[in-house]
């Protein structure tokens, strides 16, 4: 990392969130990575998994982590929100960042994106695997769809109130760990979800 870089992330503090189900598997690792990187950056985990796998790993681990349990699959899109809502009440975040649990980020990619984020004076910075440089690795794969439509909402809506926002390319691992948490009625209600953002998007 350059030192431009690592100059203006310590300008700003920045803010994590997981959201987890059934990713004892892979998130000890995954924090690992993370906090190599921003060691006293706050980070959250929601865990919709009904047992407390990760919490016992992460105390095991001694840890610095904010551990929220849900205990049942509510979604990834609310679990990204109530993790939002922690860290928003700390005044000094300024950037707020979601990886998903199963490697499909690599945390590597991070410093560049923090710094593509301040350098272009951005709203949104969405880590894209669909630009021409970006790149798809499937691995063990077998399931599909990415409905989380909390998240299509929120995109849309700072897209429709003028706000700045950018791809950057990212190098995108298909469930490199573990199972899919996406299911038929997830890709349902993604589904019906995008087209209720379209029809409120026309009437505004």
Do not use: Q, W
């Amino acid at each position: 990392m350059s030192n431009n870089i690592r100059n203006r992330i310590r300008k700003k503090n920045i803010g994590i969130i997981i959201p987890a189900f059934n990713e004892e598997d892979n998130i000890i690792k995954l924090i690992k990575k993370i906090k190599n990187k921003f060691k006293d950056s706050p980070l959250i985990v929601v865990d919709d998994s009904n047992h407390k796998k990760v919490l016992d790993l992460i105390k095991k681990n001694k840890l610095r982590v904010n551990y929220i349990h849900r205990g049942k699959k509510l979604g990834r899109g609310s679990a990204v929100m109530v993790g939002l809502k922690k860290l928003i009440k700390n005044k000094k975040i300024k950037i707020f960042v979601e990886m998903d649990a199963d490697f499909s980020h690599d945390p590597v990619e991070l410093p560049r994106n923090i710094n593509f984020f301040c350098k272009n004076s951005l709203d949104l910075l969405v880590g894209s695997r669909y630009l021409k440089k970006s790149k798809i690795i499937t691995r063990n794969c077998g399931k599909i769809g990415d409905g989380f439509i909390i998240l299509s909402e929120i995109l849309v809506e700072l897209y429709i109130n003028n706000l700045k926002i950018k791809e950057i390319e990212s190098i995108f691992v298909n469930r490199k760990r573990g199972e899919s948490s996406v299911n038929l009625k997830l890709i349902l209600d993604s589904f019906v979800g995008l087209i209720k953002l379209y029809i409120n998007k026309r009437k505004k």
